[in-house]
């Protein structure tokens, strides 16, 4: 399930219809992509179809609860090329949240690890790089939590200035607001706790 949540401004609505509609030919395309680190800034890739020429929207791609930013890179590259037709030139940021992926080496990210802290540090991302606002935030499962409360927070003016409520967010396969237990299937309180059951640390991914 997708909610859209967009100003009077916001960017055409065919940007997912064109990516849903798309050629699958399209996930052969060779794309460009950077990983950039700083310390207190999450860990992120860009892509974008024409590297040489400026950008003048930009994507933010979240995850999801043990995720990582590789996880988006085909859908990201298959939607900026199909919308390399188009008279804007898109970039899509994929971000990897804080203890996830690359970001999980980062040090100054520190607790409470929770859902404030966690869109903070894209306004940090955002402010430390001197970046423009994201035009639009693309946020799955608890990414899309992550999308609502930064998107709470821009209006809020809680990073500054610079850091501005994007002209649409994506919200897939999650809904906003608290979802109480009455209204569970329980599968979630499975996975919790066979989280909490875990090590704290495995010696490998395999």
Not at 12 to 26: E, G, I
Not at 163 to 170: A, H, I
Request: hydrophobic content about 35%; aromatic content about 6%.
């Amino acid at each position: 399930m997708a909610r859209l949540i967009r100003n009077k401004q916001g960017v055409p609505s065919t940007l997912l219809t064109r990516f849903l509609n798309s050629p699958s030919s399209l996930l052969t395309l060779p794309y460009y992509s950077t990983s950039k680190r700083s310390l207190r800034t999450l860990a992120y890739e860009e892509i974008q179809a024409n590297p040489n020429k400026p950008y003048t929207h930009t994507a933010f791609i979240l995850h999801g609860l043990l995720g990582s930013a590789r996880n988006w890179r085909s859908f990201s590259r298959t939607l900026v090329s199909s919308l390399s037709d188009s008279p804007s030139e898109w970039r899509m940021v994929l971000v990897d949240l804080r203890n996830h992926g690359n970001s999980a080496e980062m040090e100054g990210l520190d607790p409470p690890h929770d859902l404030v802290n966690a869109a903070k540090d894209l306004g940090n991302l955002i402010n430390s790089k001197g970046w423009e606002s994201p035009d639009v935030v693309i946020g799955h499962s608890m990414g899309g939590k992550v999308g609502l409360q930064f998107a709470k927070s821009c209006g809020n003016r809680d990073y500054g200035e610079n850091v501005k409520l994007p002209k649409q967010l994506w919200v897939l396969d999650s809904v906003p607001g608290e979802v109480t237990s009455d209204n569970s299937d329980g599968e979630v309180e499975k996975v919790l706790q066979t989280l909490q059951s875990l090590p704290s640390t495995v010696p490998s991914r395999k």
